[in-house]
């Protein structure tokens, strides 16, 4: 079993920056992929980005390629979202989640980011 805690997320201005961070806990998340998805009202959760249990590969979204990075540091057990140049559509409940063979099966409880223009 995984707990999974998002927190970083807030109220920011149309071209700022917000980092998201996700405390695991309960396994050692090292060996995992990690990823990151959001969803905002009315439509469905999307893939944001995702990132190998080394590091050394990444994807992203079209939509977020170039502003937002993924990181993690398996020391602590945490995976970091770095959002930069925010949208006002970047606007989402953002989640984090692990995946276990083909599927993320644990996800976290959500941290809200609204961007204003």
């Known amino acids: 079993q995984v707990q999974l805690v998002e927190s970083g997320g807030g109220l920011v201005q149309a071209g700022g920056s917000l980092r998201l961070s996700c405390a695991a806990s309960?396994?050692?998340?090292?060996?995992?992929?990690m990823g990151w998805f959001r969803q905002a009202p009315g439509k469905e959760r999307e893939f944001v980005a995702a990132?190998?249990?080394?590091?050394?590969?990444?994807r992203y979204a079209d939509s977020v390629k170039g502003r937002f990075t993924i990181s993690r540091d398996n020391a602590k057990n945490t995976v970091y979202l770095q959002m930069n140049s925010l949208k006002p559509e970047d606007t989402a409940v953002y989640y984090c989640?692990?995946?276990?063979?083909?599927?993320?099966?644990?996800w976290g409880q959500g941290t809200q980011v609204t961007v204003s223009s």
């Open positions: 989640a692990v995946r276990i063979g083909n599927d993320y099966k644990y």
């Open positions: 309960g396994r050692i998340i090292s060996s995992y992929t």
């Open positions: 990132i190998s249990w080394s590091g050394s590969s990444t």
